[in-house]
C-alpha cells in the first residue's frame, strides 16, 4: 500500500492509530481522515510461530502480541515521521477473536491513550474487513452487497452505510476459511491451508473427484461447509486404503495424504471448486434478491484467486461490479481497524477500561454518527 511521504516536512497531525491484535497478526497503522488515506502500516505475522502446531494457539498469540504491539507503534509512528501529538485517537480491536489476544491490543491502545491524553476507539474486527473495500481505488459506494469470507465468518450483507448491516446469509455450520484450512489438513499442507491449498489447486482437475455443494438449491443465501470436510476425509481415506473403523470400535485416526500422492492436486482443485462454486452461486443469488449491483469481497479468503475470477465472470454476466480490496487488505491488518477508528471517530471516549469481546455479532453495531 502505498505511504505518504513525510520527509522533511513537519510532524503530521490529527492521525488515527489503528491496533489489531484479535489472531494471529499483529497490525498498527495510522490513518489520516483529512487525506482518507493510509499513512504507515507495519505488519507481524505469527505464521512461522504457530505452523509447526498445525494451528494457532492462543497463549503463543497472546506473547507474541505483546513483544511486537509496541514495536510495530514505533515502527509506525517513526516511518511517519510522527509523535504522539500527530495522533487524535487510538483505535483498537475489540473483537471479535481470541480473547487474550484481544485483550493485549486492548491494554496497548488504553494503555498509550493514558499516557498521551487520547481516547480510545472499540473497533470490530469483522467491520474493518468489511469496510476495507472503500480503501481501495476504484471503491465501491453505499449501498452494496458484501461477502465476508474469512477463518471464522461467511456471512452475506446488505451494507447501506457505516453501521448500516443487514445479515443476509450465513453459514450454518463451519465457515470458508475453516473448509479451506480443514481440507488443508487432510492433504498433509501446513498451517495456514488455504493459501497452500490454492496454490497446489492450480496443477489439478477440478472435476476429478465429486465434492458436495450442500444448500447450493436451498433457496435461501445460507451455508454450509461442515459436510465437505467429511466428504474430503473420505476421499482421503479411499485413496489411502484405510478402512473406516467398524462401528463400536476405537476410532483409528484420520490418515493424511502422503505429499507424493499423484491424486493430492485433483483433490485439492475439487474441493476448492465446491468452496468457490457455493460462494459465487449465494453472492450472485444475493445481487439478485437485493436488486443492487456492486459487491465487496473481504476477509482472508478474498485473496483467492479463483473466487476472484469466478465471481467477477459471474456478477458481470448480471450487470454487477465486483470490489476487492488489495490482497494485503484481505487478510488481518492495522489499516483496516485505524480506517474504522477514522469512521466512527465520533464515539473516541477517554474510557480506559481494557474489555474484549471474543463473540460480537457484526449487526449489533450500531450505525456511525460521523464519518470523515
Ligand atoms: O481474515 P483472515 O486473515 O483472518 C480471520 O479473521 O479469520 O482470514 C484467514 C483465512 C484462513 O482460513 C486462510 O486459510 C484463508 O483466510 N485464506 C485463504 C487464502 N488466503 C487466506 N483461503 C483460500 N485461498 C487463499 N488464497
Ligand atoms: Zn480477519
Redesign the pocket.
Known amino acids: 500500500m502505498a505511504e505518504l511521504s513525510t520527509q522533511g516536512g513537519a510532524a503530521p497531525r490529527g492521525l488515527v492509530l489503528g491496533i489489531e491484535s ?2 494471529d ?1 499483529t497490525g498498527v497503522a495510522l490513518f489520516d481522515p483529512a487525506s482518507g488515506r493510509v499513512v504507515a502500516e507495519a505488519l507481524h505475522s505469527q505464521i512461522a510461530l504457530h505452523a509447526p502446531y498445525g494451528g494457532v494457539v492462543p497463549e503463543l498469540a497472546s506473547r507474541d502480541h505483546i513483544r511486537y504491539g509496541l514495536r510495530l507503534t514505533d515502527e509506525v509512528l517513526r516511518r511517519a515521521g510522527a509523535t504522539a501529538h500527530s495522533v487524535q485517537a487510538i483505535a483498537y480491536t475489540q473483537g471479535p477473536g481470541l480473547a487474550g489476544a484481544l485483550l493485549v491490543g486492548a491494554q496497548l491502545a488504553a494503555s498509550l491513550a493514558f499516557a498521551w491524553g487520547k481516547p480510545v476507539i472499540a473497533v470490530h ?1 469483522m467491520e474493518g ?1 468489511l469496510l476495507s473495500p472503500l480503501l481501495a481505488d476504484p471503491a465501491p459506494k453505499f449501498p452494496f452487497v458484501a461477502l465476508l469470507v ?4 461467511t456471512q452475506l450483507m446488505r451494507v447501506d452505510g457505516v453501521g448500516h448491516y443487514e445479515l443476509l446469509g450465513d453459514t450454518i455450520d463451519d465457515a470458508a ?2 473448509a ?2 480443514k481440507s488443508a489438513k487432510l492433504l498433509g499442507l501446513a498451517y ?4 497452500l ?2 496454490k497446489l489447486a492450480e496443477s489439478g482437475d477440478a472435476t476429478a473427484f465429486a465434492i458436495p455443494r450442500p444448500l447450493l438449491h436451498s433457496g435461501d443465501l445460507n451455508f454450509s461447509f461442515a459436510g465437505l470436510k467429511t466428504a474430503v476425509a473420505n476421499e482421503v481415506r479411499r485413496l489411502t486404503g484405510t478402512e473406516l473403523p467398524a462401528r463400536g470400535a476405537v476410532s483409528a485416526p484420520q490418515p493424511v495424504l502422503p505429499d507424493t500422492h499423484p491424486r493430492r492436486a485433483d483433490l485439492a482443485a475439487s474441493v476448492q471448486a465446491a468452496i468457490v462454486e457455493s460462494l459465487v452461486s449465494k453472492s450472485i443469488a444475493a445481487l439478485k434478491q437485493t436488486g443492487l449491483r456492486q459487491i465487496v469481497v473481504a ?3 478474498g ?3 479463483r473466487l476472484r475470477e469466478a465471481l467477477t465472470a459471474g456478477a458481470a454476466r448480471g450487470g454487477a461490479r465486483v470490489f476487492y480490496p488489495p490482497v494485503a487488505l ?3 491488518n492495522g489499516a483496516m481497524i485505524a480506517h474504522i477508528g477514522a469512521l466512527r471517530l465520533a464515539e473516541a471516549r477517554c474510557d480506559y477500561a481494557v474489555n474484549a469481546r471474543p463473540r460480537w455479532p457484526l449487526t449489533e453495531l450500531a450505525a456511525a454518527t460521523s464519518a470523515f
Open positions: 484479535s489472531c497478526e474486527h474487513h474469512s477463518g471464522g465468518h476459511g475453516e479451506f484450512d495456514p491451508g488455504g493459501p491449498l490454492a476477509g482472508g479468503v485473496a483467492n484467486a484481505c487478510t488481518d
